[in-house]
Structure formats: structure tokens, C-alpha cells
């Protein structure tokens, strides 16, 4: 079956150090990957993505590659800010017809000033 | 102007009882999901619709019933409510039902049955 797997957290850091958290999947297709993340008291917004293997998404100085011979997808920042703390998700889909995303567990990233 | 939008925010109720989530977006978007978000934060898909038809059914309480009057709305009526139903319930709308597609969310509803 379909699946995702997240280091668990909570991650604490101290502003500017740098973030990996790690995302491995397993799926049945080929997949697409992404990464939400999810400020507290509110809903899920997308971080980035990557539709194929080798793609690399990006976004507010986050990136994560899309690994198909390790099937991963870390996601990474090389200098964090207070405002990044919340939850992060690794997801994947698959297939075309009524696609749902398929989460991990979520990461709890804490950074402190 | 609000993407998906989602009502109410909150919702205390007791059990047995029966309520509704209402959903809208207006992205024009041709899918919408909903989602559950349990007390650990796990997400999981409960339902989905294209274009007013559903497409996804996930192993839900038949309980549960979304409708979708049209393709920017997508509603959960929930009956004889339980404690286990508390949870904070997303809704989510896509372009189309390529696994490529990015989802909007709402800012979910968050349940509590007493």
C-alpha cells in the first residue's frame, strides 16, 4: 500500500541553526510529494512540492528533492526563524482518479529566539 | 476573499446528537475532501467528490454523510454524534483529481462531543 513515514518530533532549534526533517514514502504508482505545514489554530497550506524524480520544490527558503532510489523527500532550511514553528507534513498521491493525500504523522518544529 | 471556507469553527454538541459542517470554496475547483485530524494531529481522507459525484469513500461511519449541492460546496452531516467523533475535521478542494494537484484547505472545524 501507500505510505508515509516522518521523524517524530518534536524538533527544537535555535534560531537560525538548520532544519532537515526526514520523509520516506512507499507507494504502489508513481507518486507526487509534498510538504504542508500547519501554523497553530490553523488549517494546512502547501509548503512545496515535486511531481518527479529529481524534482526539487522550494518555497520561503524550505527545499526538499525528490529521491526515487531512496524514496525520500527531506525536507530542509539552512537558517530557521522563530515564525517557522508549527507542524510539518510530508504527503504523497497517487494516481489520477479521486486522489487523496496520504500523510505522515507531522513534525513538531519549536524554534526559539 | 477566503479560498475554502468552512463553518462553524467550533462546534460543542452532545452526544447523540446530530449536526453539519459546511464547506465552500470558491477557487472554482471541480474536487473537494474532506479530512479528519485526530488528537495526535494524524490526518486522514474520509471522503471526496468531483463535480458533485463521489469518488472516494473511505472505511467511515455510515454516520457520516457528505452531500455536495454543487461543486463549491461539500458538506458532513454527522448523526448520533459519538466521543470518538471529536476531532478537528478539514475540508479541501483540488483543480482536478491528478495526483499532482495541489489541495486548498480550510481552516477546519474543530468538534467536541460531550
Known amino acids: 500500500g501507500n505510505s508515509v513515514t516522518q521523524m517524530e518530533g518534536p524538533v527544537t532549534l535555535s534560531e537560525e541553526a538548520f532544519l532537515t526533517i526526514n520523509c520516506t514514502y512507499t507507494?504502489?504508482?508513481?507518486?507526487?510529494l509534498f510538504w504542508y505545514v500547519q501554523y497553530p489554530g490553523e488549517g494546512l497550506q502547501l509548503l512545496l512540492k515535486?511531481?518527479?524524480?529529481?524534482d526539487k520544490g522550494s518555497n520561503k527558503g524550505f527545499e526538499a528533492t525528490y529521491r526515487k532510489e531512496t524514496t525520500s523527500f527531506h525536507l530542509e532550511k539552512g537558517s530557521v526563524q522563530v515564525s517557522d514553528s508549527a507542524v510539518y507534513f510530508c504527503?504523497?498521491?497517487?494516481?489520477?482518479?479521486?486522489?487523496?493525500?496520504?500523510f505522515g504523522k507531522g513534525t513538531t518544529l519549536s524554534v526559539s529566539s | 476573499d477566503t479560498a475554502v471556507s468552512q463553518t462553524p469553527k467550533y462546534l460543542v454538541t452532545q452526544m447523540g446528537n446530530d449536526k453539519s459542517i459546511k464547506c465552500e470554496q470558491n477557487?472554482?475547483?471541480?474536487?473537494m475532501y474532506w479530512y479528519k485530524q485526530d488528537s495526535k494531529k494524524f490526518l486522514k481522507i474520509m471522503f471526496s467528490?468531483?463535480?458533485?459525484?463521489?469518488?472516494i469513500n473511505e472505511t467511515v461511519p455510515n454516520r457520516f454523510s457528505p452531500k455536495s449541492p454543487d461543486k463549491a460546496h461539500l458538506n458532513l452531516h454527522i448523526n448520533s454524534l459519538e466521543l470518538g467523533d471529536s476531532a478537528v475535521y478539514f475540508c479541501?478542494?483540488?483543480?482536478?483529481?491528478?495526483?499532482?494537484?495541489?489541495?486548498?484547505f480550510g481552516p477546519g472545524t474543530r468538534l467536541t462531543v460531550t
Open positions: 479541501a478542494s483540488s483543480q482536478g483529481t491528478g495526483g499532482f494537484y495541489e489541495q486548498y
Open positions: 507507494a504502489t504508482g508513481y507518486p507526487s
Open positions: 515535486a511531481t518527479k524524480a529529481d
Open positions: 504527503a504523497l498521491s497517487v494516481g489520477q482518479a479521486g486522489t487523496a493525500l496520504i
Open positions: 477557487l472554482g475547483h471541480d474536487t
Open positions: 467528490y468531483n463535480n458533485k459525484e463521489l469518488i
